[in-house]
């Protein structure tokens, strides 16, 4: 079956220092892959997403996820981030168009002032 | 723009009463929908999806169900609650079509006592 794994669930980090969050998936077709993040008390919004093409994309507020298709990894980084990074990440994977994602654990990612 | 609308934010029910969690768009057509429930350090499992009108999709077996009466309204039910339905409802919609972006609502914080 497939399935997502994100290796981290819990990341402390100093202000400006560099984030990468892992996102490995288990599917051999075509896909669609995603970060979202939940902001303390806010609902859950896309960060970025890759459908195709150049396979480094960029999302909102300094994000970027490469898209490597060897290794199935979709990792999220952040050259320096700040205190209100401090958030939830999802990574998810959407196969085939079907209509269902799939999602990882999550990480939760606490930003120390 | 699309928005989308979920209540109650939070509700306390004894065991064995009924739920109705509501959900509606607003500012697009034929949406698709979703139901998901979050729980901590495991993700977002999906509970049930509609691409139209009274067509929904269950993908776990459970004590819940959901219908969609109008285009832009998606109801998750039950008629006799458990204790472990306690949880995380999320309600989310995407464009018709099945890219696998999602955009969700704030939630839905249910506890069964």
Same mark, same amino acid.
């Given at each position: 079956a497939q399935s997502v794994s994100q290796h981290n669930h819990h990341v402390i980090l100093s202000e400006a220092a560099s984030l990468e969050l892992g996102c490995n998936y288990s599917y051999g077709g075509t896909v669609?892959?995603?970060?979202?993040?939940?902001?303390? !008390?806010?609902?859950?919004?896309?960060?970025?997403?890759?459908?195709?093409?150049?396979?480094?994309?960029?999302?909102?507020? !300094?994000?970027?996820?490469?898209?490597?298709?060897?290794?199935?990894?979709?990792?999220?980084?952040?050259?320096?981030?700040?205190?209100?990074?401090?958030?939830?990440?999802?990574?998810?994977?959407?196969?085939?168009?079907?209509?269902?994602?799939?999602? !990882?654990?999550?990480?939760?990612?606490?930003?120390?002032? | 723009s699309q928005t989308i609308h979920q209540w109650p934010a939070t509700l306390v029910q004894p065991v064995g009463s009924p739920l109705s969690l509501e959900c509606t768009v607003e500012g697009t057509s034929n949406p698709n929908l979703y139901w998901y429930r979050q729980a901590a350090g495991r993700g977002l499992q999906?509970? *049930?999806?509609?691409?139209?009108?009274?067509?929904?999709?269950?993908?776990?077996?459970?004590?819940?169900?959901?219908?969609?009466?109008?285009?832009?309204? *998606?109801?998750?039910s039950s008629k006799k609650l458990l204790l472990s339905d306690s949880g995380f409802y999320l309600c989310a919609w995407s464009v018709s079509g099945n890219s696998g972006e999602l955009f969700f609502g704030e939630g839905s914080r249910l506890t069964v006592l």
């Open positions: 669609n892959l995603f970060w979202y993040v939940q902001y303390p !008390g806010q609902h859950l919004q896309l960060l970025l997403k890759y459908f195709s093409g150049d396979p480094l994309v960029k999302g909102i507020k !300094g994000f970027e996820a490469e898209f490597i298709k060897s290794k199935f990894s979709f990792n999220l980084r952040k050259p320096s981030v700040q205190w209100s990074d401090t958030a939830e990440y999802f990574c998810a994977v959407n196969v085939d168009s079907n209509y269902q994602l799939i999602w !990882g654990a999550g990480t939760k990612l606490i930003i120390k002032p | 999906l509970l *049930f999806y509609s691409i139209g009108i009274d067509q929904i999709s269950s993908e776990v077996p459970q004590n819940l169900s959901a219908s969609r009466p109008q285009d832009r309204q *998606f109801i998750l």
